[in-house]
């Protein structure tokens, strides 16, 4: 149990140990409220990470106390207020959880896979933090058990998005499933109908290909670009960007000069026309009945 300085309980630890033992979990709901930072534009990571914490060292009653809240709804923790936290909590502790105990691995990918389209941003967040944990302590097995998510917008864009986080990156080693990975993300994109083109869901899976490829590629080098040079023939003008932003890194072209030159030419090969502008016609003079 964490203590302070003159061996006393944190107030965290008190709460959240009277909520375990006690089952009433007001006082603890509204001390992370209070403590929140929310609403606002910020919340209390620091705090979300010693819940998970101070959970961790309650075992499987703690672990009870995580999914019960990282299932909190959006009616009982509405998005953009400060109980939006108290899911955020639950969920990070569920990936602590997740990473520390390997049996009660699955269990808890499960819980995260069902708060991955959750509709509040900062629950979905907060599911890239923990997949990230648990990914950092199961390396590549992770990597290979997330191929089940990599049907849906929501949850294709959180496995990016953690395979680039900083806590897993680092400890992923075979570049073979990453790229397989990155490959059924861009496959889904591209084989996305056209009404999907303003769903949240699939903005969120173009945009987590453009921030996280870069950072990919940087960590496993050619597998990563010889993907990106296959997919520099696509059509769609937004995953066409995101291959782009991914060579423009000066981390990226600097390390890999030559790979990222021959992604550039392909993109380049690839290019539609541009049309000739003496062939656009212009606005003509109607032909109508003549206003009165």
């Not at 769903?199 to 969120?204: F, I, L, Q, V």
């Amino acid at each position: 149990m964490k203590r302070n300085m003159s061996g006393e309980k944190s107030p965290l630890a008190k709460v959240t140990e009277d909520a375990i033992s006690s089952g009433n979990t007001r006082p603890l709901y509204a001390w992370l409220c209070k403590n929140s930072h929310l609403p606002g534009t910020t919340p209390n990571l620091l705090i979300a990470r010693a819940f998970a914490d101070t959970c961790i060292m309650h075992a499987n009653r703690g672990e009870k106390l995580a999914v019960q809240m990282a299932t909190l709804d959006a009616d009982a923790a509405p998005g953009g207020t400060d109980l939006e936290f108290l899911p955020m909590c639950g969920v990070i502790a569920v990936g602590a959880y997740g990473a520390l105990h390997a049996k009660s691995r699955r269990d808890m990918l499960d819980v995260l896979h069902d708060r991955a389209d959750d509709l509040r941003f900062r629950v979905r967040d907060a599911v890239v933090e923990a997949l990230a944990k648990m990914g950092a302590a199961s390396e590549d097995a992770l990597a290979l058990e997330v191929a089940t998510w990599m049907d849906g917008y929501f949850h294709a864009a959180a496995v990016l998005r953690a395979l680039a986080h900083e806590a897993w990156l680092p400890q992923l080693h075979d570049p073979t499933v990453v790229a397989m990975r990155l490959d059924e993300a861009y496959e889904l994109a591209k084989t996305s109908p056209r009404a999907a083109a303003r769903y949240p869901g699939r903005k969120a899976l173009v945009e987590a290909l453009a921030t996280a490829t870069g950072s990919i590629a940087n960590r496993f080098g050619v597998p990563i670009f010889d993907l990106l040079e296959k997919w520099s023939v696509v059509e769609d003008p937004e995953l066409r960007e995101t291959i782009a932003r991914a060579a423009q890194s000066k981390s990226v072209s600097s390390r890999y000069r030559a790979e990222v030159e021959r992604v550039r030419d392909a993109l380049a090969a690839s290019a539609p026309s541009v049309r000739d502008p003496r062939s656009i016609v212009g606005p003509t003079r109607g032909r109508g009945r003549k206003r009165r």
